[in-house]
Antibody, heavy 122, light 105 residues
Framework: EVQLVESGGGLVQPGRSLRLSCLGS????????LIWVRQAPGKGPEWVGFIRSKTYGETSEYAASVKGRFTISRDDSKSTAYLRMNSLKVEDTALYYCIISSSYVDDAFDIWGQGTRVTVSS | IQMTQSPSSLSASVGDRVTITCRAS??????LSWYQQKPGKAPRLLIYDAFNLQKGVPSRFSGSRSGTDFTLTISSLQPEDYATYYC????????FGQGTKVEVK
């Protein structure tokens, strides 16, 4: 069974850092781009960023709202992707999901993790 | 790319035909998908590439396109369809619509 499991969320003060992890199983992790999406309480989902597979250079792209503060990386030997969040703001409070797209759905989001909650508050 | 989804909410009864629209700020070909989200759950893919029904999704769900306007149609609303629906463009990175909450009339 294809599965994504996020971890690392919690309560953090504004200005501090946090690193989220996304562990994949049931598929060849290195073949897939890894996408992060967040959803603030009572709001719609927002794309955060993604990292391409090694085949495509492991390069990453970010939403304007997090560019320069968030960094996505991956360790294919551990089937794990990371979202490093620096200079956290109250508005970064959200449930963070990691996602992969099966090849037949092009770039739609068909496999989601259960999410990990980040609360930024003093 | 901006996605404008409408309406933000609607009230409907079981058996009603429901339509939700997303308008893209520029051409996005057919690079649009639709999602259903219920409270406490991750969004669920319903439609990809504007028209294609995801595996396991009931055939009462369908997608269509006219230019930069995309529509999700539920032909006969069922009790389990009360939820919030989102569109997502993937032509240039990704942008979600604002969502449509389908409520009981």
């Amino acid at each position: 069974e294809v599965q994504l499991v996020e971890s690392g969320g919690g309560l953090v003060q504004p200005g501090r850092s946090l690193r989220l992890s996304c562990l994949g199983s049931g598929f060849t992790f290195e073949d897939y781009a890894l996408i992060w999406v967040r959803q603030a309480p009572g709001k719609g989902p927002e794309w955060v960023g993604f990292i391409r597979s090694k085949t495509y250079g492991e390069t990453s792209e970010y939403a304007a709202s997090v560019k320069g503060r968030f960094t996505i990386s991956r360790d294919d030997s551990k089937s794990t992707a990371y979202l490093r969040m620096n200079s956290l703001k109250v508005e970064d409070t959200a449930l963070y999901y990691c996602i992969i797209s099966s090849s037949y759905v092009d770039d739609a989001f068909d496999i989601w993790g259960q999410g990990t909650r980040v609360t930024v508050s003093s | 790319i901006q996605m404008t989804q409408s309406p933000s909410s609607l009230s409907a009864s079981v058996g009603d035909r429901v339509t939700i629209t997303c308008r893209a700020s520029q051409g996005i070909r057919n690079d649009l998908s639709w999602y259903q989200q219920k409270p406490g759950k991750a969004p669920r893919l319903l439609i990809y590439d504007a028209f294609n029904l995801q595996k396991g999704v009931p055939s009462r769900f369908s997608g269509s396109r006219s230019g930069t306007d995309f529509t999700l149609t539920i032909s006969s609303l069922q009790p389990e369809d009360y939820a919030t629906y989102y569109c997502l463009q993937d032509f240039n990175l990704w942008t979600f619509g604002q969502g449509t909450k389908v409520e009981v009339k």
